[in-house]
């Protein structure tokens, strides 16, 4: 497709499926040599031969982010190792949505939530930011979400999780951009995976009505603006969240 991200290596979390999988393949269609990781061997290893059939260079590392450091720092070395020695992009699209309201949220379910969705990138951007230090900078690419910033009346435990991860990207942005680490985040909106045909409108829709885009999003959209992030082209860009919502957080809603 093109060449923004030639020569460059990226490691996409939670790439076994819809957005992350989007990413991974679109930065592989751009150059990358990309680790596709996951929990899950069979998707992964079917993602990433997938890249390689397109004539893109993926390898498929399993890996279930529990929050330990421990599981973050192995995924960073193996990856390290699979990719020549270093990591130029890094991806922290792996999460979790369980999503009861807060009265039935119980405490394995808050600690499990955060765990991954918080202090998994947290050590993970721990583990990998110094040595692309190192090796003279890199882009490190979180997800958020919408809902982070416009209040819903289900998922509230969600919400706070990303909320804590836009914060991230900012104080990030300040300690590591001095460095030559540039980070920054994507707030997905409605973002359905192609639907088969035949089947249906998606329960998404109804809250796309009255926005801008009308429709709900496709995880192609976010995988476009992760590109444009991961490149030169966002040289001078640290510390924002680019929101990818067909309008949801930005302008007036007007339901038909």
């Keep these: 497709m093109g060449e923004r991200l030639q020569n460059k290596t990226a490691l996409v979390t939670g790439s076994t499926s819809n957005i992350g999988q989007a990413i991974a393949e679109l930065f592989a269609a751009e150059g990358a040599h990309v680790i596709v990781s996951g929990r899950s061997r069979e998707r992964g290893a079917r993602v990433a031969e997938g890249i390689r059939l397109s004539a893109g260079r993926a390898d498929f590392?399993?890996?279930?982010?529990?929050?330990?450091?421990?599981?973050?720092?192995?995924?960073?070395?193996?990856?390290?190792?699979?990719?020549?020695?270093?990591?130029?992009?890094?991806?922290?699209?792996?999460?979790?949505?369980?999503?009861?309201?807060?009265?039935?949220?119980?405490?394995?379910?808050?600690?499990?939530?955060?765990?991954?969705?918080?202090?998994?990138?947290?050590?993970?951007?721990?583990?990998?930011?110094?040595?692309?230090?190192?090796?003279?900078?890199?882009?490190?690419?979180?997800?958020?979400?919408?809902?982070?910033?416009?209040?819903?009346?289900?998922?509230?435990?969600?919400?706070?999780?990303?909320?804590?991860?836009?914060?991230?990207?900012?104080?990030?942005?300040a300690e590591f951009g001095p460095m030559g680490v540039r980070v920054n985040a994507i707030s997905p909106g409605v973002i359905v995976p192609r639907a088969a045909e035949g089947s249906g409108p998606h329960p998404g829709e109804i809250m796309m009505k009255g926005t801008?885009?009308?429709?709900?999003?496709?995880?192609?959209?976010?995988?476009?603006?992760?590109?444009?992030?991961?490149?030169?082209?966002?040289?001078?860009?640290?510390?924002?969240?680019?929101?990818v919502d067909g309008g949801r957080t930005g302008a007036a809603v007007i339901a038909a």
């Design 61 to 173: 590392l399993v890996a279930d982010l529990d929050g330990s450091a421990e599981a973050s720092r192995d995924l960073a070395e193996r990856a390290r190792g699979a990719l020549g020695g270093r990591i130029d992009i890094l991806v922290n699209s792996a999460g979790i949505y369980p999503a009861p309201g807060t009265t039935a949220t119980d405490e394995k379910t808050f600690d499990q939530v955060y765990a991954v969705n918080v202090k998994a990138p947290f050590f993970l951007t721990a583990a990998v930011a110094p040595a692309m230090a190192q090796s003279g900078g890199g882009a490190i690419i979180n997800l958020g979400s919408w809902v982070a910033r416009l209040g819903i009346p289900i998922g509230a435990l969600y919400s706070s999780t990303k909320g804590a991860v836009e914060t991230l990207t900012r104080a990030w942005a």
């Design 212 to 243: 801008p885009a009308g429709e709900i999003g496709s995880p192609d959209a976010v995988a476009h603006a992760a590109v444009w992030l991961a490149s030169d082209e966002a040289a001078f860009v640290h510390g924002t969240v680019v929101d």
